[in-house]
């Protein structure tokens, strides 16, 4: 157990909701900076939601292969609990039938639903040719949107999707991936990075709701029908 983890221990056993928040957001400007893993594990959720008024937490972007060996690193990531619900795992990859085998692991272990990474910019996860690089293969990007609706099918998960209205600023493909996708059956999807101005301009498409992700910002936008 590392020390962020019992810290965010002793916050949970505090007496009132008050003192459990004053704590966790004393810890939080302290941690400012951490990598994004450290707000999307097990022992942070369930801290929020002893605080009240969490409903779907999602872990930190999962290597789909990486799951599938058993990484020990990995596996940490989709700890959960029973507390730990509703809850989403978010995949990453460029091999449909692996992603469509990690979306069936982490369904075994309860997940409410399954998010795929099209819109991580690190050099580690697009140098896989995964993350944002895959919307340059627009082919293998849908292949992979397909593999993971179809294999969460049988038991009804819902699929959302993480992406960027284009891989570069020249190249803002986006509404064109996000047609494909909700005809393949996703049931909503994360924009981010070139703006709201953009999101909005899609007009008509798609149906589901679309989410802008707004660095800085308390809060998403929303368009949409739910």
């Given at each position: 157990?590392?020390?962020?983890?019992?810290?965010?221990?002793?916050?949970?056993?505090?007496?009132?909701?008050?003192?459990?928040?004053?704590?966790?957001?004393?810890?939080?400007?302290?941690?400012?900076?951490?990598?994004?893993?450290?707000?999307?594990?097990?022992p942070f959720r369930l801290?929020?939601?002893?605080?009240?008024?969490?409903?779907?937490?999602?872990?930190?972007?999962?290597?789909?292969?990486?799951?599938?060996?058993?990484?020990?690193?990995?596996?940490d990531l989709v700890m959960?609990?029973?507390?730990?619900?509703?809850?989403?795992?978010?995949?990453?990859?460029?091999?449909?039938?692996?992603?469509?085998?990690?979306?069936?692991?982490?369904?075994?272990?309860?997940?409410?639903?399954?998010?795929?990474?099209?819109?991580?910019?690190?050099?580690?996860?697009?140098?896989?040719?995964?993350?944002?690089?895959?919307?340059?293969?627009?082919?293998?990007?849908?292949?992979?949107?397909?593999?993971?609706?179809?294999?969460?099918?049988?038991?009804?998960?819902?699929?959302?999707?993480?992406?960027r209205t284009g891989w570069?600023?020249?190249?803002?493909?986006?509404?064109?991936?996000?047609?494909?996708?909700?005809?393949?059956?996703?049931?909503?999807?994360?924009?981010?990075?070139?703006?709201?101005?953009?999101?909005?301009?899609?007009?008509?498409?798609?149906?589901?709701?679309?989410?802008?992700?707004?660095?800085?910002?308390?809060?998403?936008?929303?368009?949409?029908?739910?």
């Amino acid at each position: 157990v590392n020390e962020w983890t019992l810290q965010l221990l002793r916050i949970r056993h505090l007496g009132s909701a008050e003192q459990r928040l004053h704590a966790l957001l004393a810890l939080l400007v302290r941690r400012m900076g951490r990598r994004c893993g450290d707000w999307c594990d097990l022992p942070f959720r369930l801290t929020l939601r002893g605080l009240g008024g969490l409903d779907l937490a999602t872990t930190d972007l999962v290597n789909a292969r990486a799951l599938l060996l058993g990484s020990v690193k990995t596996l940490d990531l989709v700890m959960t609990s029973p507390e730990d619900r509703p809850w989403a795992v978010q995949i990453y990859g460029a091999d449909a039938s692996e992603l469509a085998q990690a979306a069936r692991k982490v369904e075994g272990l309860g997940a409410s639903s399954i998010d795929i990474n099209m819109g991580c910019p690190a050099k580690k996860v697009c140098n896989k040719w995964a993350g944002s690089a895959l919307m340059q293969d627009e082919t293998l990007a849908m292949s992979i949107v397909q593999a993971v609706v179809t294999a969460c099918q049988p038991h009804g998960v819902p699929v959302t999707l993480k992406m960027r209205t284009g891989w570069d600023r020249d190249h803002r493909n986006g509404p064109r991936i996000a047609r494909l996708a909700e005809e393949a059956g996703i049931a909503a999807l994360a924009a981010g990075w070139l703006g709201w101005s953009a999101v909005s301009a899609w007009g008509d498409v798609p149906a589901k709701p679309v989410f802008e992700v707004v660095p800085g910002k308390a809060g998403v936008g929303v368009r949409g029908a739910w």
